[in-house]
T-cell receptor, first 113, second 114 residues
């Protein structure tokens, strides 16, 4: 079955540590996205990538970094510069065609202790 | 800038009752609208989408939405809800600014009780 996988589902880290969240898709989609979800705030775009080896900052990119070395993979690193990293992180992808929606992964809940 | 407003943060309803979740958008260009559902600790699943054509859009799980251009609304409706419909619902508008970006509302939590 085609889809998006995110790992791990739950992640705990100490303050000041960098952590990397995995996102893999086998939908052959060109574009991939990272969102952050906080209670009562909906989803906010962190980074997006339209093609391999290219990515752009979204609305709340500070304290985050990404890479896109393969079409299938778009890992997100939450760095120690992110002041409030505890949140639910969602990865999404789309083929980019005008009629196609974004497909979402199951999410990773990051808790910084 | 395009934006989405979901005025109701929470909607309680009894099982088998009808429900309407409200969504208003602001946009000066062509509008592509979506409703997603999120069950606890899961990702988002598409319920339905409006791209063009008929203003009444039918989706999965018995949901439908009506696009109203004059009122800039895209309200989600279901004539009879089930306990299993308890979830958070997000309205989103797609912005095409060189790439496809979704702008989400803050979500509405639907609580269905017996």
């Amino acid at each position: 079955d085609g889809g998006i996988t995110q790992s791990p589902k739950y992640l705990f880290r100490k303050e000041g540590q960098n952590v990397t969240l995995s996102c893999e898709q086998n939908l052959n989609h060109d574009a991939m996205y990272w969102y952050r979800q906080d209670p009562g705030q909906g989803l906010r775009l962190i980074y997006y990538s339209q093609i391999v080896n290219d990515f752009q900052k979204g609305d709340i990119a500070e304290g985050y970094s990404v890479s896109r070395e393969k079409k299938e993979s778009f890992p997100l690193t939450v760095t120690s510069a992110q002041k409030n990293p505890t949140a639910f992180y969602l990865c999404a992808s789309t083929s980019g065609r005008i009629n196609n929606e974004q497909f979402f992964g199951p999410g990773t809940r990051l808790t910084v202790l | 800038a395009q934006s989405v407003t979901q005025l109701d943060s929470q909607v309680p309803v009894f099982e088998e009752a009808p429900v309407e979740l409200r969504c208003n958008y602001s946009s000066s260009v062509s509008v592509y609208l979506f409703w997603y559902v999120q069950y606890p600790n899961q990702g988002l699943q598409l319920l339905l989408k409006y791209l063009s054509g008929s203003t009444l859009v039918k989706g999965i799980n018995g949901f439908e939405a009506e696009f109203n251009k004059s009122q800039t609304s895209f309200h989600l409706r279901k004539p009879s809800v089930h306990i299993s419909d308890t979830a958070e619902y997000f309205c989103a508008v797609r912005v095409d600014t060189g790439f496809q970006k979704l702008v989400f509302g803050t979500g509405t939590r639907l609580l269905v009780s017996p």
